[in-house]
């Protein structure tokens, strides 16, 4: 069984920044893809970012493009998203996703396994 668990979130003023962790259990981790997404309130949920198995490529929504970045660590079984810049725009719920297959993707219905999520509140 596939469990991922994030933490990390809170409140941060607009400029500043905050690192999600996304711990990952079961037999998910080094050669699976993983990713990022988030889910404002009155949205769809949307993808943040990106990270192919063993962190052989990456790939950022042009909304947080220079100003976020994912990075897993295999030896810990975690991927982070690192924020910098924050703005209103990025208040959301941030999900971790795992996908059964290396490859990364944009499509949140390629992937099988979800965490809980955390919330990310920027004040203005």
């Known amino acids: 069984q596939v469990q991922l668990v994030e933490s990390g979130g809170g409140l941060v003023q607009a400029g500043g920044s905050l690192r999600v962790s996304c711990a990952a259990s079961?037999?998910?981790?080094?050669?699976?893809?993983m990713g990022w997404f988030r889910q404002a309130p009155g949205k769809e949920r949307e993808f943040v970012a990106s990270i192919s198995g063993y962190g052989a490529g990456t790939d950022y929504a042009d909304s947080v493009k220079g100003r976020f970045t994912i990075s897993r660590d295999n030896a810990k079984n975690t991927v982070y998203l690192q924020m910098h810049s924050l703005n209103a725009e990025d208040t959301a719920v941030y999900y971790c996703?795992?996908?059964?297959?290396?490859?990364?993707?944009?499509?949140?219905?390629?992937?099988?396994?979800w965490g809980q999520g955390t919330q990310v509140t920027v004040s203005s």
């Open positions: 996703a795992g996908r059964r297959y290396g490859l990364r993707s944009r499509v949140r219905t390629e992937y099988d396994y």
């Open positions: 079961g037999r998910i981790f080094s050669d699976n893809a």
